[in-house]
């Protein structure tokens, strides 16, 4: 038994019943020990939390320094949406101030110096840190009060179409249909498409202003 095993455990309770159905007890019964023994390796469920949260953190590629700052900042947005898709609970345990560990410290410091490196003065990457980060989660805790599968989709549209009649609603019919068929297969996903926007928007509106070196004193 090692506090990874019993992270690792959590994590995969945690993908599988979502956060609520965590609880020490069943962690226990998972690894074959009492719930009590799990405390000599970890100080409790609030520890555990913040463990399994760092553990989806690892999962995200920090933003890469360089003379790009937007393909970073891109490059970064995909694979925390990514990370965040495939544990689906943890968007919103991640915006809580009682689970802030080092780890998301250091991803929100790295992408602060992206911005400030690039440019930005403390004004301007103040605000496009929050449109960035607002999207990221914003958008994956969209997506996890939306996740259904096609068939989940389907009986729930039969249901809709059922009570209200949809041909007084062609857009929506049409909408419907195109979740049902997975959406526009054009090879961009709406996660991107609006990451995209904001990315534009800010080269446009919010252009880094010229870094002056320090004199030099003697």
């Known amino acids: 038994m090692t506090r990874e095993r019993v992270l690792q455990k959590a994590l995969a309770l945690a993908d599988e019943g979502g956060i609520e159905s965590l609880t020490m007890r069943k962690l226990g019964d998972e690894l074959g020990v009492e719930a009590m023994s799990l405390y000599n390796h970890v100080e409790g469920k609030d520890d555990v939390l913040r463990g399994i949260l760092d553990l989806v953190l690892a999962e995200a590629e920090p933003p890469a320094a360089g003379p790009d700052w937007a393909a970073a900042a891109r490059a970064h947005a995909i694979s925390f949406h990514d990370a965040l898709q495939r544990h689906r609970w943890a968007s919103a345990l991640l915006m809580s101030p009682a689970h802030v560990t080092p780890a998301r410290v250091d991803h929100v410091e790295a992408l602060l110096r992206l911005l400030r490196e690039a440019g930005f003065s403390a004004d301007q990457a103040y605000h496009a840190y929050h449109a960035l980060a607002g999207h990221i989660y914003g958008f994956s805790l ?27 609603y062609p857009y929506v019919a049409e909408h419907y249909e195109q979740h049902v068929s997975g959406g526009p297969r054009d090879g961009v996903r709406a996660f991107e498409l609006a990451l995209d926007l904001i990315l534009d928007g800010l080269k446009r509106t919010t252009k880094p202003a010229t870094r002056r070196r320090p004199r030099s004193r003697g």
């Open 142 to 168: 969209w997506e996890s009060g939306h996740a259904a599968t096609s068939d989940e989709l389907a009986a729930a549209g039969a249901d809709v179409v059922r009570r209200i009649p949809l041909e007084a």
